[in-house]
């Protein structure tokens, strides 16, 4: 069983459509996070929930949306996608804030 | 704002050499963490230090903690082709205790046979 599982894991669209990323941690975790990885490789924090509250909300546009609907989720929407979007991005869960953080595979985004 | 300076950016060597690779920042961190992420998939902690001047081995890998807590090297000794991945450093950052991460810009080893 994966800890932390996200869907999909690769996401090809068109500028300005609007599309979301699924993250769900098997493992009773308390806290998780949506992490963006550049083309160079360069890893920076965007959104933290602990037990579904916001505890983390980085410099990011506010066309990206994170919604945790229960502990065990985080999904990331994400509004009128723009080239600059196109990264990886991780989820990743933690027991609570400042404990080890186990990430999932990443969701690649491609905007054309 | 919480910088780490990491480098070297990319290393090629060959299998058997040493290497090491260093975070470096003006900044205090509580901990210090290594990461290790293959293609495709996400980072896989290694090690967490917290004290200063602290030194932890994990098999040919060694970590240290700069005593000031600012700074932090990982030594590779007589490196393997599997241990080619990206290495990530990330510092606990923030007053709170949020869980934030502030990362370096990684490095990329490759290790050839």
């Known amino acids: 069983d994966t800890a932390v599982s996200q869907t999909p894991k690769y996401l090809v669209t068109q500028m300005g459509n609007d599309k979301s990323i699924k993250c769900e941690q098997n493992?009773?975790?308390?806290?998780m996070y949506w992490y963006k990885q550049d083309s160079k490789k360069f890893l920076k924090i965007m959104f933290s929930?602990?037990?579904?509250?916001?505890?983390i909300n980085e410099t990011v546009p506010n066309r990206f949306s994170p919604k945790s609907p229960d502990k065990a989720h985080l999904n990331l929407h994400i509004n009128s996608l723009e080239l600059g979007d196109s990264a990886v991005y991780f989820c990743?869960?933690?027991?609570?804030?400042?404990?080890?953080?186990?990430f999932g595979a990443g969701t690649r985004l491609s905007v054309l | 704002t919480q910088l780490l300076e990491q480098s070297p950016q990319f290393l090629s060597i060959q299998e058997g050499e040493n290497l090491t690779v260093y975070c470096n920042s003006s900044?205090?961190?509580?901990?210090l963490q290594w990461y290790r992420q293959e293609p495709g998939e996400g980072p896989v902690l290694l090690v967490t230090?917290?004290?200063?001047?602290e030194v932890k081995k994990l098999k040919r890998l060694t970590f240290q903690f700069g005593d000031a807590r600012k700074d932090s090297s990982l030594h590779i000794t007589a490196a393997q082709p599997g241990d080619t991945g990206l290495y990530l450093c990330a510092g606990a950052g923030g007053s709170s205790n949020t869980g934030k991460l502030i990362f370096g810009q990684g490095t990329t080893l490759q290790v050839k046979p």
């Open positions: 990743a869960s933690s027991q609570y804030p400042a404990n080890i953080q186990y």
């Open positions: 493992l009773g975790h308390d806290t």
């Open positions: 929930y602990n037990n579904k509250e916001l505890i």
């Open positions: 900044s205090v961190f509580s901990s």
């Open positions: 230090v917290v004290t200063g001047g």
